[in-house]
């Protein structure tokens, strides 16, 4: 088993080895998200940052159990489901099929368990009857079951807050039902609202509070104390530290997780004040904000490829030029990809008895694992991973210009495919094959600008006419206004292809 892998653990604000609790697997909880709306492009970083973190260690060998959780009871939920008519389980049932959706387009694997707040109950009912039990929590007069932070010595430190300092920094008089301001509801009584889905408790009629699910959840699932808890990094504070002194007081183990990973946020950019670009902004992935809108656009693979180029701790501000760029990168990869596939089916011959850019290439392939695991290893380096991925292709392009080469290169070949081929597996990028990604490619592009396909092989037949009347004045014209248009002609001998330029 790979000792290796290291990684920031915000409890200890520094970088660990990972030492499991058992040899070779890992029980991983990440945080996921509240369902009452379409998910948008922050929430894809997130999820993609986990991700990368899951398939790394998978293929490092790791047997890993993760678990990410759905919020299916929340105010928001419940407010957003009273605006519509609606029942708020059906609504959070009808976006967690959404976000399923979604997570599956952008090739996020699917976690080992999906376990809903809805579903776990008895185990959130427990787990307070636990807390009250050893008078870490108490019923309110309001009926709210509170956990009591003065119980926990040790509260605030993941986020380094102190309790003295948190008291100071309320408001006089928040809620007089609580002990303490700090103080936060384990199960919240029912407030005769009859859109409010509440559960009988020991302690009345009413719903979990929003920090006590995790907890319960994940003892089901991982036991009273596991490897690495995720989520972002606005979670440490309240949310992870009320996590930590749940756990730890009602299971009467520590620690909870012996690894926290927070992920940095995405920021989007605000429209203009006055309105004016919104439209184009969002026609030109600007401001899109759903993930099924950008992958209307581009292909999923851009969007990992984007994500991947900044490691998952720092903060992200989202550029719709980048993401452009991106994809642009992506479609290097593919072509070397398909070039490496195409040289594959020649003729073997010996490296050794091929040029210099096949022996560079080949050993640059044969020590790419090294290089990519070393940076993932690293603190799920992903930019570096990928900067290894783009010296390979760099090396690809130099032996594809190396015609003798590319018609006996196949076995250099060998370690070069092997080399994509791990990219794909953990990046989940260049996993396609190539002329499926640039169908894609020219598909979306085409209809992000609004063109249709029937109307560009139209022109590129009449310009294949124009040609074989020798017309060079029509043919010419019409590339131009290809070109204008953002089109690529490529003439051949057996007529033309064309493709969308990535700009
Ligand atoms: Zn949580």
């Not at 003065?150 to 008089?173: F, W």
């Not at 294949?464 to 248009?485: H, V």
Request: charged fraction near 25%; aromatic fraction near 8%.
């Amino acid at each position: 088993m790979s000792a290796r892998i290291r990684l920031y653990n915000t409890l200890s604000r520094t970088i660990e080895p990972l030492e499991t609790r058992e040899s070779g697997k890992i029980g991983l909880y990440v945080c996921g998200m509240t369902v009452y709306d379409y998910c948008h492009i922050g929430h894809a970083r997130a999820m993609m940052a986990f991700d990368f973190v899951v398939r790394h260690l998978r293929q490092r060998g790791y047997d890993v159990t993760f678990v990410r959780n759905h919020t299916d009871v929340d105010d928001k939920i419940i407010a957003r489901a009273k605006e519509r008519g609606l029942d708020p389980l059906a609504l959070s049932a009808t976006f967690v099929h959404a976000l399923e959706e979604d997570l599956a387009a952008l090739g996020i694997l699917p976690p080992t368990r999906a376990p809903r707040v809805s579903e776990h109950i008895p185990d959130i009912l427990e787990l307070i009857a636990r807390l009250i039990a050893k008078g870490n929590a108490y019923r309110a007069d309001n009926g709210d079951v509170y956990f009591a932070v003065e119980s926990y010595p040790a509260y605030g430190h993941l986020s380094g807050k102190k309790l003295d300092d948190l008291r100071a920094g309320e408001r006089v008089a928040v809620d007089s039902a609580k002990r303490n301001p700090a103080d936060f509801a384990l199960w919240k009584a029912a407030t005769g609202d009859p859109a409010e889905p509440t559960w009988d408790s020991p302690w009345g009629r009413g719903r979990p509070g929003w920090h006590i699910e995790c907890s319960a959840m994940a003892r089901h699932y991982l036991g009273d104390t596991f490897d690495i808890h995720g989520g972002g990094i606005d979670l440490v504070f309240p949310h992870h530290e009320n996590e930590i002194a749940q756990s730890e007081c009602g299971t009467g183990h520590g620690p909870y997780a012996r690894y926290w990973m927070h992920n940095g946020h995405l920021t989007l950019p605000r429209p203009d004040e006055d309105g004016a670009d919104d439209e184009k902004m969002s026609k030109s992935l600007g401001n899109v904000i759903r993930i099924r809108d950008i992958l209307q656009e581009v292909p999923a693979e851009a969007l990992r490829l984007y994500f991947a180029e900044t490691q998952y701790r720092s903060p992200l501000p989202y550029a719709a030029d980048g993401l452009v760029r991106a994809l642009g990168a992506l479609d290097r990869i593919y072509s070397a990809k398909e070039t490496a596939l195409e040289v594959a089916r020649a003729t073997p011959t010996p490296v050794a008895e091929l040029g210099d850019p096949a022996k560079e290439l080949y050993a640059l392939a044969i020590g790419f694992p090294a290089a990519f695991n070393d940076a993932m290893d690293d603190d799920f380096n992903t930019a570096q991973a990928l900067a290894a991925l783009f010296e390979l292709v760099r090396a690809v392009n130099r032996f594809g210009n190396d015609k003798k080469a590319r018609t006996k290169g196949a076995l250099a070949m060998v370690p070069v495919i092997a080399a994509f081929d791990l990219a794909a597996n953990v990046l989940g990028i260049a996993a396609m094959e190539p002329q499926a990604f640039f169908d894609e490619v020219k598909q979306k592009r085409l209809a992000a600008a609004g063109k249709s396909l029937a109307d560009i092989e139209a022109r590129i037949l009449a310009r294949t006419a124009a040609r074989a009347a020798k017309d060079w004045a029509e043919a010419d014209r019409l590339r131009a206004e290809f070109d204008a248009e953002g089109i690529v002609v490529m003439d051949n001998p057996t007529g033309c292809s064309w493709r969308m330029r990535i700009e």
